[in-house]
């Protein structure tokens, strides 16, 4: 029997949330259901207020693992440094909420 386990990168199903057509809750219960043991999360895209998530979200958040039992193994940040043609964005404009 190997130790490799299974994680689902939450940005695989990003378009599905960004289009409301699952929310966060259907998106973990589904990969939940695929037998998969972890998610790496996009947290500035599916986590209220990111980076300063609320205690409501954060315990919404604690929830969802709980219900799940998916265990969180990254949180993943995409920093978009070509959004205008003439330049780079610095690291301070990527970064700055």
């Known amino acids: 029997m190997s130790n490799i386990k299974t994680c689902v990168s939450l940005y695989s199903l990003q378009d599905e949330y960004l289009n409301k057509r699952m929310s966060l809750a259907d998106i973990m219960r589904y990969v939940k259901s695929l037998g998969t043991e972890g998610i790496e999360i996009l947290p500035d895209q599916m986590l209220k207020g ?44 990527c970064i700055i909420c």
């Open 50 to 93: 990111s980076p300063h998530i609320s205690e409501e979200t954060l315990r919404e958040w604690k929830e969802l693992l709980a219900e799940t039992g998916l265990k969180p193994v990254i949180a993943d940040v995409f920093l978009n440094t070509n959004l205008y043609k003439n330049r780079t964005l610095t690291r301070k404009e």
